[in-house]
């Protein structure tokens, strides 16, 4: 774990995330361009007739965030520590997201979709890297 690679976000030489404020930064980011990815295909769908803008589910936003979230997983050595961690940590985001989505429920489904994506995105990335990291330390 000496050698770290470059690039954004840091991460050392297993591919697991260095610092939560880089697991943070690149996850949200990405519930950002999905949700503007979302927004521009909704655009499209209006263009062509069919509905209203802000129809779209926002909660498609949470692929790239998801996607993040799985490749560092997977940097991780086989054990329990991990399947552990990620599992409170779905939990969290899940319990999050649903909890925005329902205070958003007057919102138009892109905009409440997409604050709920938002906060899965801050519950699981929290608890995934402290728990791993904790779980890790405990177990290994």
Not at 40 to 53: H, N, Q, S
Not at 55 to 81: K, Q, T, V, Y
Request: hydrophobic share 60%; proline share 3%.
């Amino acid at each position: 774990m000496t050698e770290q690679r470059s690039g954004f976000p840091r991460r050392d030489a297993e591919g697991r995330i260095l610092t939560l404020g880089d697991l943070l930064g690149v996850s949200l980011a990405g519930v950002v361009i999905g949700l503007l990815a979302v927004a521009v295909f909704d655009a499209g769908f209006v263009l062509i007739g069919d509905g209203e803008f802000g129809g779209a589910n926002g909660w498609l936003a949470i692929i790239l965030p998801a996607w993040l979230f799985w490749d560092d997983f997977r940097a991780w050595e086989f054990g329990a520590a991990r399947v552990v961690a990620a599992l409170a940590a779905a939990a969290v985001g899940m319990v999050a997201g649903l909890v925005v989505a329902g205070l958003a429920a007057g919102l138009p489904p892109l905009l409440s979709g997409g604050l709920a994506a938002a906060a899965f995105t801050l519950g699981f990335a929290v608890v995934w890297f402290h728990g791993v990291h904790w779980l890790a330390r405990r177990t290994g």
